[in-house]
């Protein structure tokens, strides 16, 4: 079992080739390290704390099951906020009771007459997701926070791709509005 | 096909505080890791003793112990005889008391540190 201070100083990588040994020291340095990430990310798709502290745990307890399975082709914490993220989508969509499929737009209003008023002011992301209905907050959220695609968002939700790219669409014009542009931003199309 | 805010969008996700109660948090993970393992391991055994304890009720109760007692006493008829042939009478009866049994049981005990040896070698390796 590696040392405390070699643990403390190892590369992710590292870690994770000690974890997948079994190694909980090593496990408890990436938990210490990403977990702000991964539980501030389950708060932005629309968790309370305990719901997003609760998934997160539950996230990385699954992380160590299958850390074998973890090739370091991205990095440590973007595979498990991946994770985190469809362990959310499943919790939420038992709870919403297939909203996506209804597609209402509660919030949607409010959200749209206070961008509408406060374009100009920069306001920070957590409160410009909370102007956004549930649905667009989480298909957002999992898209530009968990880095999944279209489909592989809509495959966690087990939901119509259509829908999702309109629930993302309207999610990012509603952002688009609220956080003013940054100086030099220009819609630039990139591939 | 992403435009700069989306990028940007992106760099705001990744830009997450560090909470404060993060060392917190880990302990809980590494609780709930160790409560994990803890009650596998008591689930492991307790099915290994269920099914051992299953397992010994059904040769006690097919009569295998019978016919291997049988089978143990031709065997060892054989093997007396064979041992007679190349230890001297006075080491296999009463010398330094290595009957037949013990053979079997030494046998049985080289198998088991085989058995140790191996999986020793196969973790070196």
């Keep these: ?191 | 096909m992403s435009d700069a805010f989306e990028f940007r969008l992106e760099r705001m996700f990744a830009d997450s505080p560090a909470m404060p109660d993060a060392d917190l948090f880990t302990l809980e993970v590494m609780g709930r890791l160790d409560r994990g393992w803890t009650a596998r391991r008591l689930v492991i055994g307790g099915m290994g003793a269920i099914g051992g304890l299953v397992g010994a009720t059904q040769i006690v109760g097919s009569g295998a112990l019978g016919q291997l007692h049988a089978l143990s006493s031709q065997g060892n008829a054989y093997l007396a005889e064979q041992l007679s042939q190349v230890v001297p009478a006075g080491l296999s009866h009463g010398g330094i008391g290595l009957d037949v049994q013990t053979l079997w049981m030494i046998g049985a005990l080289a198998i088991v540190a085989a058995g140790f040896g191996l999986v020793r070698l196969v973790r070196e390796i």
């Design chain 1, 1 to 191: 079992m590696a040392d405390r201070q070699s643990v403390a100083s190892a590369h992710d990588l590292e870690l994770v080739a000690l974890g997948a040994t079994g190694d909980r020291r090593a496990f408890g340095e990436l938990v210490r390290r990403h977990s702000s990430a991964v539980r501030g990310l389950l708060r932005r798709m629309g968790a309370d704390g305990a719901t997003a502290d609760d998934v997160a745990q539950d996230a990385f307890l699954a992380a160590f099951e299958q850390i074998s399975d973890f090739r370091g082709q991205g990095a440590f914490q973007a595979w498990v906020k991946r994770i985190a993220a469809r362990l959310y989508v499943k919790r939420w969509r038992r709870e919403a009771r297939d909203a996506l499929l209804t597609d209402t737009d509660e919030g949607a209003m409010s959200a749209q007459a206070s961008a509408e008023g406060g374009a100009a002011t920069r306001i920070d992301l957590d409160a410009a997701l909370a102007t956004l209905s549930a649905p667009e907050r989480v298909c957002v959220s999992l898209c530009y926070g968990a880095g999944l695609s279209h489909a592989e968002a809509a495959a966690a939700l087990n939901a119509p791709l259509g829908t999702v790219k309109s629930h993302v669409k309207r999610g990012l014009d509603k952002l688009r509005a609220r956080l003013a542009p940054e100086p030099g931003e220009r819609r630039e199309a990139h591939v």
